[in-house]
DNA sequence: TTGTATGCGTTATCAT
DNA sequence: ATGATAACGCATACAA
């Protein structure tokens, strides 16, 4: 690995002037510019990333930080989707991406003191568990901070439109006939709050009250905990002629309680997902679910977290809402 | 944050013993060592990654490097399986995980450099198109590699077992009574090499011979090909009973030329997918397939290229053969 | 326009 | 058992 010592003989000047041309400072003679380019290309030069980050404080590092309440990891399409649109475009833009965990080798070690340890230059956060105070010490930390999906006092949030985006799928069930709706929702976050928050306020417009025992609580991700709340919403004295899921993915565990007491949907229970995952096209009938654009959350979270690193000065928090697209499918009967 | 030297000054000894105790050296008193260790924990010291690297030439860095012929990355869920295994054993063993690109920032930059560059102490490959030249040059390179699903001369491989598992499709689909069995593999790759040698060596077993017009070429994770290629197979004036895909995912354009044609899987036409990817499962006849073990996969990369790393000296070049497992679903019919 | 010198935080060598 | 010091590769303040 050549360094800059050997471009520096290589073309008769000092390391310093090698530096400058490689960094594109004004004080140097245009030929001797390109001369130490050449040179360094030819010696197949790249700058010591070490040697870099521990001379200017910055390491072109972001990391990612994401934890499930499941911990499916990478296997949460929602957050692999996201994360790889996050790091082409974090690419894009010369940033490397690494991953954020406790417990490095044994050593335990707090978001934060990970992040130290690496010296990351920002950090976006997506995770269910916002709760954990180790995400707030690292919000609250130096380091830039961009979270996915939920807001945090002084910092830059990227909102997948969740209260809107539960009013389409309201809307659209409403728009079916139905007024028995029930609402699986997945763990007690903002992500949560705001989609029932959506949902009972677009159940509102359209003249329609669940009762309470058409509200039921599972897990994210979790099929088995939505196999529950099906079977107990379908036991119902009065059942709701429409389930709507934490997820495409829970929504598996729905599929099977349905099929077990030997429904068809929709013509006997009509569902919708969310998410809008492959799976939820794949099945037939095709799942009439809620597409979130991870594409562009993932984009914008990495434009967002370099701005915030690059201009910290001009940098205020922001609060940028990406809406997603109802994608009807063949869940949801006309009544 | 804290350095060594102001551990170094709180407990009135010099830098020098302060890393040696750190570090786990002999030659320092055990009192001496509690200190400083005590001392360290209190004042949140980590050590700094970069000095760290830049003297010792070890970054704990591992890179991963896929690139799939589809781009489809981490969306592609053999992949997101396999990194979030490695990346889990690697955390465990005290090694960070980033990924490995071309073109960080638009400065082209090959792999090779991309590893060096960062420093990476070894990189995982595991990818489609491993005739990419670049990815021969990085092999070749200094940097310890472990590949995934491809043999290279003196490189540790962690190969599923393609040719056993694809012997276990056929035996499963021939015991059935099926004897018209057509594959549609994916791109030219050694992957696909043994699958197919796989295929025809099992066929052979059961005196089955496929007619060259049973055997199609398609895409990985790619519905689009697969569906042409099914409509072929169909269309074929002596069509085959059961289809063999390149994977669940590439199935689904299957699933959909099947459905344009009336026909019903498996009553009229009975199919097999590849990975055993949770979709597979929640369709509906449940997808007849074979699960590769990703998270071994994963795992033991981890492991070996730690090993190749810490112990370059008993470390030979290995292939481990990790076999994966006959899902058996409702899309073969008897005959 | 170019070069000299220093330091980032750590580890390692060699004295003491 | 402990400490002074050099070095890793780079960027930069300052001198020339």
Tied chains: 1, 2.
């Excluded at 009972?200 to 039921?216: L, N, R, W």
């Excluded at 495409?248 to 929709?266: C, H, Q, T, W, Y």
């Excluded at 979270?301 to 499918?329: H, R």
Aim: proline share 5%; hydrophobic share 40%; aromatic share 8%.
């Amino acid at each position: 690995m050549a360094t800059i010592k050997e471009i520096a003989k290589a073309c008769g000047v000092s390391t310093a002037t090698v530096s400058k041309a490689l960094n594109g400072y004004a004080d140097v003679s245009a030929e001797t510019v390109s001369l130490v380019r050449e040179t360094a290309r030819t010696l197949g030069y790249f700058p010591n990333a070490a040697a870099r980050a521990l001379k200017t404080n910055y390491t072109n590092n972001l990391g990612v930080l994401f934890v499930d309440g499941m911990g499916s990891g990478l296997a949460h399409e929602y957050f692999s989707s996201l994360i790889e649109s996050f790091k082409v475009q974090a690419e894009r833009m010369g940033y490397d991406v690494l991953f954020i965990s406790q417990n490095l080798g044994g050593q335990p070690m707090s978001y934060l003191e990970h992040c130290r340890y690496r010296r990351c230059d920002g950090v976006v956060i997506a995770c269910c568990n916002f709760t954990d105070p180790q995400v707030a010490q690292l919000v609250d930390s130096e380091i830039p901070v961009v979270t996915v999906d939920h807001l945090f006092n002084n910092c830059t949030t990227i909102l997948s439109d969740n209260v809107n985006d539960m009013g389409k799928i309201v809307r659209h069930v409403c728009g079916f006939g139905h007024t028995r709706i029930a609402y699986i929702h997945g763990e007690e976050t903002s992500v949560s709050q705001k989609r029932l928050a959506g949902f009972f306020k677009t159940c509102e417009e359209f003249g329609v009250i669940p009762p309470p025992e058409y509200i039921k609580s599972a897990l994210y991700h979790d099929p088995k905990s939505s196999w529950v709340a099906t079977n107990e919403l379908l036991a119902l004295e009065n059942p709701p002629t429409c389930i709507l899921y934490p997820d495409d993915f829970s929504f598996i565990g729905g599929m099977n309680a349905v099929e077990k007491r030997g429904l068809k949907i929709p013509a006997d229970i009509s569902v919708v997902g969310y998410d809008g995952i492959p799976l939820s096209q794949a099945l037939r009938p095709r799942l009439t679910t809620l597409k979130q654009n991870t594409r562009e959350l993932g984009r914008l979270a990495a434009i967002k977290l370099v701005q915030a690193i690059t201009e910290p000065k001009t940098t205020f928090p922001e609060q940028i809402i990406v809406p997603g697209d109802l994608l009807p499918g063949e869940t949801v009967a006309q009544l």
